[in-house]
């Protein structure tokens, strides 16, 4: 009996990510989630710009590339053009929440049936370490160096928080993947992010808090340990939004 | 259906894009052209189709992306300042080889400008104004006919090439009514097998992407993409001849400066000069071959143009010295007179302009 395998939808290519990134165990449960619903061939991932830029190349369903943080408009049009397949993004913390803010805010409220998964890592990985919009107050970057300052940079945003007050978007969950019992509850909301989307529910985005050992200047251990100790009380994790709890618990 | 009807300008592209299958539109309000987002929003949820007014124009030009990623036609249109935010889409569109249908109905710039008809976004469509090399293939309706006929047109080599094509119209094309008969044919279809439907299992997986990291990679798809611009510039140059059989002096001139240029030639061969007109219908590929023809015969060739000389250059270029060459314009929003263009007529058939 096979009890641990590669999932089918996660393309048999070495990755290109950071030793200790978790962007590779993410990559694997939303492959998983695709699997264990059978859905791979009908599946249209788009990838952002950023560390996932070549996601396109780890998926084994058909895959789009986007401009940066454009990946909601152009999911929203292929989703528009083909109702019946899924549609994904895969997107990080400048592209969403900084760059693309406008495209995911609106994707949500118009509730675009696809599914959103936002990787939280506080850092643009891929330009080499510089401030995120979801940088945390204080922290050292290649763009704050003295940390960053509020007072002139303004805040880090909480994008659950925020697209959560949105009447249009069906579920919103931020969840981590620093430990065993996290990666298995993000799985978990993964799976029901594509979920919703094949029963029709409408517009799901999973926020995962994730770690970015090499820009963050930690080794891989370090960099969980400040996912638990720093990243997660300042976001902290759970179900923001999910319009068809009460349904589901009749 | 043969009959005529009376239409403005930017309905007729947008019935048109009907007819030549088009059943998702994405735009973003802006004067002159919301008609055409107007009658798209009425039509579109009628026969099944998609309208969305998109949160930017940014936003509806990467709409179209996805869309025409799956492989369905799909348009967009704007104005000059929109035109502006679409311009990374139109790049990426390009990079990707990815067919579309974009409409600028321009008015005056830079900045916001104004909102009267002009034709100063000649440069950002036929230089394309997005990074990278690309250019798309543009079209300049001279009539609320052409704007129809040329939008069928412009789905059709926009699939065959790969490539975007640009209605590159203005404010007063868009905004006037004509009688205009919009045929119900069939129009040209394409494979895509490259497109993203989703794999059935039944295929290999496709990607869309204009990420190249390898540069020789990069540079082959550069070099592979100027091949096809250049059998397009081989074969789908197309223009208008008025008067030219003997005319010395020849004005260049699309759109609505053309109509302008028309009058302005009728009124210079009543006074007995030899007066006629080019009218480059695909602005790229520019008929570069019979300007450069037709500056053999020429006294002077003249640019009538709502822009500050930006198609002089590619008209000096053309000519390749054989023949002066003068501008006619107004910008702004300002539109000349047929007086004014006959002034210049006069002018340069007197031995040159000041």
């Given at each position: 009996m096979i009890v641990f395998e590669k999932p089918k939808s996660l393309a048999n290519v070495p990755l290109h990510y950071c030793p200790g990134c978790t962007h590779g165990i993410v990559h694997r449960l939303v492959a998983e989630a695709i699997d264990s619903l059978g859905i791979e061939g009908k599946t249209i991932g788009v990838a952002p710009v950023g560390c996932a830029v070549l996601a396109y190349n780890y998926f084994n369903c058909d895959m789009i590339e986007a401009a940066h943080g454009r990946a909601p408009a152009v999911a929203t049009g292929v989703k528009r053009s083909l109702p019946e397949n899924i549609v994904f993004t895969y997107q990080g913390d400048g592209d969403?929440?900084?760059?693309?803010m406008a495209e995911t805010v609106h994707a949500a409220t118009r509730n675009e049936n696809i599914t959103v998964i936002f990787i939280n890592n506080?850092?643009?990985?891929?330009?080499?370490?510089q401030m995120a919009?979801?940088?945390?107050?204080?922290q050292v970057t290649q763009t704050s160096p003295y940390g960053r300052d509020v007072n002139t940079v303004g805040y880090p945003i909480r994008v659950c928080e925020m697209l959560s007050q949105l009447e249009g978007p069906a579920y919103i969950e931020r969840v981590a993947v620093n430990n065993v019992k996290n990666v298995k509850n993000a799985g978990r909301a993964i799976k029901k992010a594509f979920e919703n989307q094949v029963n029709n529910k409408g517009f799901s985005l999973i926020e995962v808090i994730s770690s970015c050992p090499t820009n963050w200047g930690k080794t891989p251990q370090a960099a969980l340990a400040w996912v638990e100790e720093a990243m997660i009380p300042y976001y902290p994790l759970g179900v923001y939004k999910d319009k068809f709890k009460d349904e589901e618990g009749k | 259906m043969a009959d005529k009807v009376l239409m403005k300008g930017n309905e007729a592209i947008a019935e048109a894009a009907l007819i030549a299958g088009c059943r998702h539109y994405f735009g973003y309000p802006i004067t002159p052209q919301t008609e055409i987002a107007a009658y798209m929003a009425k039509r579109m949820p009628k026969i099944g189709g998609t309208f969305l007014q998109a949160e930017s124009e940014i936003a509806a030009i990467n709409m179209v992306y996805g869309v025409s990623s799956t492989g369905k036609r799909v348009m967009t249109s704007s104005a000059s300042p929109g035109m502006s935010l679409k311009t990374e889409g139109l790049s990426y569109l390009a990079g990707a080889d990815l067919p579309a249908l974009v409409v600028n109905v321009q008015r005056g710039g830079p900045g916001l400008g104004g909102i009267q008809p002009s034709q100063s976004d000649y440069f950002h469509a036929t230089k394309c104004g997005g990074h990278g090399d690309y250019h798309m293939i543009v079209l300049a309706p001279a009539s609320v006919q052409e704007m129809a006929d040329l939008t069928i047109k412009g789905f059709e080599m926009a699939d065959q090439y790969r490539m975007t094509s640009m209605i590159l119209a203005d404010g007063t094309m868009g905004q006037m009514m004509e009688p205009v008969e919009i045929k119900n044919v069939e129009t040209k279809t394409f494979e895509k097998p490259?497109?993203?439907?989703?794999?059935e299992m039944k295929r290999p997986k496709n990607v869309v992407n204009s990420?190249?990291?390898?540069p020789s990679e990069l540079e082959k798809m550069n070099i592979a993409r100027f091949e096809k611009y250049k059998s397009i510039e081989e074969n789908e140059v197309m223009y208008e001849e008025f008067?030219?059989?003997?005319?010395?002096?020849v004005l260049v001139a699309y759109g609505l400066s053309s109509r302008v240029s028309r009058n302005a030639i009728i009124a210079a061969r009543e006074k007995g000069i030899k007066a006629g007109m080019i009218r480059p219908i695909t602005l790229w590929p520019f008929p570069k071959a019979i300007i450069n023809k037709r500056a053999e015969q020429a006294k002077a060739m003249i640019s009538v143009e709502l822009s500050m000389g930006q198609m002089m250059q590619d008209v000096q270029l053309a000519a390749n010295g054989k023949c002066p060459v003068y501008l006619c314009n107004r910008v702004g929003g300002m539109i000349f007179a047929p007086e004014e263009v006959l002034a210049k007529i006069e002018e340069a058939n007197a031995g040159g302009v000041k």
């Open positions: 969403l929440a900084s760059i693309g506080a850092i643009y990985g891929m330009t080499g370490g919009p979801t940088s945390l107050p204080g | 490259w497109a993203t439907t989703g794999t990420l190249y990291l390898e008067m030219m059989d003997d005319a010395e002096i």
